[in-house]
């Protein structure tokens, strides 16, 4: 079956809209809150897809994470203050603009970027993922255990600067709880510590709840319970006229690009399209003084960026089972829910599923459109309600939440210890998204190896011996040498300023 | 506290976990009776607890040799323990005593009453009173009606 013989009937259920309606709203309410996130509102809505048919699960998920992307610029124009990190690039033009012009200028700039970029992304995966997923049917277990592995990396080697270490702990321990369960090869039980709950695994769920939505929640608190955020909650209509769409379509272009490709590269993720797409349309701008001084261009450009690289970093999930960013990864656990493995085999295996939501993700763009143009001023008003509402109650349906994936009370716990270990890590700078991708990759990394090695018998030697592992290893020793060549440059750096000083 | 201390003492219990985690895959070795060099189910363990012990050194070392150490911001470092505190008697209460709404409500109020600034107000007492119930109906609906969960 290739993606024009999809049958649309099995996509257009009720089922499936509703599902993007829902994951739509809850993404643009939840991405819009600043402290909350993309990532926090797809774990938001985790567990109610256990009871759902799989493709409305990952659309749910899937539009609250286009939502949520969008809904970070909401309180980045109107409060000043960014929902999500990649708005952080938004806050620099959306700000002034919105104060200078007015914030529903600013916003719909901000929608409709987000809205092209979601497209293009969204065609790109339609495109090309099979193309990649055949050409990824070649590659066998030691590669499949390398691109893994270099996920992994990529997810540590952003980390703060001089956290790089920490970071590879993160990743180490995120394996080292995938690990805990039934062995895949053997059947024997691991580390489950006389717990038969654990045999299964640590409950995704749980877990994902325990290690972000508990620290997350817990660090507003901290910083933010009583911060008064003065909304700018008039002029909000979003409409934009034919010469300001025109005046943007450049910056569009060039973020739907970078986007997408930033979102292919595991690891980069919505933040560094965003910022590595400002920088490209602030140089290509015909008056790149004026970024930062509400220039529509500052805007357009990294919004376009962050919706296009989730369509790109839907790209390598479907075509090699690799998750491109850690929302994402925390997508793929719906897939695990419903027993489905991404990878190349999943266009042979099941085609109606996985068009189903490539073509999904196409409608939950659209349906992001609507609701935006709709019910932005809304959602700008929920803004003003004070965090010492607002979080007691996302802590509290977020504890529920958890048990109410499995039933089992056991998770309710594991969630709560797992919070309050996170929080420490968090203080401490360790990357609780390395943890997440790592836990989410255990199982292919394992299998991988495992393979690989029982098929060399135990010689790491499989690793050299293939052209695109070889290609793979170097590329992963790069980029682990990448904090050493900093240092160096940095060094260079600094001596040439002495050196002219002088 | 300082990032320093709190770094060292979690890169410790980290070292601790792994040296532990490696101990227990000799558990997984005997029950197949595995030998040294076959990669059984203990294989991947083994070197995933060898790669966190010896980066966890490496952390320690690093951490040692900073010479700035930032202190950490506690902010509202009150809120945060109040809320630590009360999550496990919710939670026990709910497992062990049920009637999970009526604890649910208690909870959720008192929460909502800790974090304000302006405990006396009758008036955010009443808009508290609201909230609360209002979430617990709409806890009702999504997963006692919708999910068909049973608390």
């Given amino acids: 079956m290739s993606f024009l013989d999809f049958d649309f009937m099995t996509l257009l259920t009720l089922s499936n809209l509703i599902a993007i309606f829902v994951g739509t709203i809850v993404g643009l309410i939840i991405g819009a809150l600043p402290g909350l996130g993309a990532t926090m509102a797809v774990i938001f809505l985790l567990p109610f897809t256990y009871t759902m048919e799989p493709v409305a699960a990952v659309l749910l998920l899937l539009a609250a994470f286009q939502a949520a992307e969008y809904g970070g610029s909401i309180s980045a124009i109107t409060l000043g203050i960014p929902g999500t990190p990649a708005a952080v690039a938004t806050a620099q033009d959306g700000i002034p603009l919105a104060r200078n012009e007015s914030p529903g200028k600013a916003l719909g700039i901000s929608l409709n970027a987000s809205v092209i970029g979601g497209i293009v992304g969204a065609l790109c995966l339609i495109f090309f993922t099979e193309p990649f997923a055949n050409f990824a049917l070649r590659l066998s277990d030691p590669e499949f255990f390398l691109l893994g592995l270099m996920g992994l990396i990529a997810v540590a080697s952003i980390s703060p600067k001089g956290e790089m270490t920490k970071s590879l702990i993160s990743v180490v321990l995120g394996l080292m709880v995938g690990t805990i369960g039934m062995d895949m090869f053997t059947g024997q039980p691991r580390f489950i510590m006389g717990q038969l709950e654990l045999m299964e695994g640590l409950g995704i769920v749980a877990l994902l709840i325990g290690i972000f939505a508990i620290p997350e929640i817990l660090k507003v608190v901290k910083d933010d319970l009583h911060t008064q955020f003065a909304s700018q909650a008039s002029n909000l209509s979003t409409k934009l006229t034919r010469k300001d769409m025109k005046r943007i379509a450049k910056p569009i272009g060039v973020g739907s690009s970078i986007g997408t490709i930033s979102g292919l590269l595991p690891g980069l993720g919505t933040v560094a399209a965003a910022w590595f797409s400002y920088i490209a349309a602030k140089k290509l701008s015909k008056s790149p003084e004026t970024f930062g001084k509400g220039n529509p261009e500052g805007i357009a450009a990294p919004e376009s960026a962050n919706n296009a690289s989730v369509g790109g970093a839907l790209i390598p999930l479907f075509a090699l089972g690799i998750p491109g960013s850690v929302g994402i990864a925390v997508v793929m656990s719906a897939f695990i829910v419903h027993g489905i493995q991404p990878g190349p085999r999943i266009f042979t295996k099941d085609p109606t599923l996985t068009y189903g939501i490539l073509y999904g993700f196409l409608l939950t763009t659209l349906a992001l459109y609507i609701i935006g143009r709709l019910l932005t001023p809304l959602f700008a008003r929920v803004l003003v309600v004070p965090n010492s509402f607002l979080m007691p109650i996302v802590y509290v349906i977020a504890i529920i939440g958890g048990f109410s994936a499995t039933n089992r009370y056991f998770d309710i716990w594991l969630s709560l210890i797992l919070g309050l270990i996170s929080l420490l890590f968090v203080l401490s700078r360790f990357s609780i998204a390395a943890f997440v991708m790592a836990f989410v990759l255990s199982p292919v990394i394992e299998v991988g190896l495992r393979r690989s090695l029982l098929i060399s018998g135990g010689g790491y030697s499989i690793f050299l011996t293939r052209p695109i592992s070889l290609l793979l290893l170097i590329i992963i020793i790069l980029m682990l040498m990448t904090p050493v060549f900093r240092k160096f440059g940095e060094r260079r750096k600094r001596k040439k300023l002495e050196s002219n000083s002088r | ?151």
């Fill in chain 2, 1 to 151: 506290m300082n990032s320093k201390a709190l770094s060292v003492v979690l890169l410790l219990g980290t070292g601790l976990i792994g040296i532990i985690y490696y101990l227990s895959t000799n558990g997984l070795r005997r029950l197949t009776g595995s030998d040294s060099g076959e990669i059984g189910a203990d294989y991947f363990p083994r070197l995933l607890a060898i790669i966190l012990i010896a980066l966890t050194i490496l952390s320690i070392i690093q951490t040692l040799l900073e010479k700035e150490s930032e202190k950490i911001d506690l902010g509202n470092w009150k809120m945060v323990v109040a809320t630590i505190i009360l999550t496990p008697i919710y939670i026990f209460l709910w497992v062990n005593v049920g009637y999970f709404y009526i604890i649910t409500f208690i909870f959720l109020f008192s929460l909502i009453y800790l974090y304000q600034a302006d405990r006396k107000s009758k008036r955010m007492l009443v808009i508290n009173a609201i909230t609360t119930s209002s979430v617990l109906v709409i806890i009702y609906v999504f997963f006692g009606l919708l999910l068909d969960v049973t608390f």
